[in-house]
């Protein structure tokens, strides 16, 4: 837009169909984009439809984690974790 000093109306400018270092896109290749995105658009769809459908939380692990440690089945080396939480975290000063 542009304001004239003269007077204090706004003037529409014009924009351009493409940009000075754009070359014109023709109309074959917006068709192959929008069937392109359109295609991926749908597998996505799909796949998040599978993974709504999908328990997110394995409960009969839960359940199988659980026993083992009321029965002392499951070894826990508090050493090792001692030590994956210094790789991890770093030692504090």
Known sequence: MEISPLTPQLSAVQPSDTKPNEAPVSKH?????????S???QQLNQASKEL???DSIDYNKIAQ???ELATEGYP???DRIAEAMLEEHGPKL
């Open 65 to 67: 984690l659980q026993a």
């Open 76 to 78: 826990i080396d508090l």
């Open 52 to 54: 709504d459908e999908m």
């Open 39 to 41: 295609q991926e658009w």
């Open 29 to 37: 290749q917006t068709e192959n984009q929008s069937q392109t995105v």
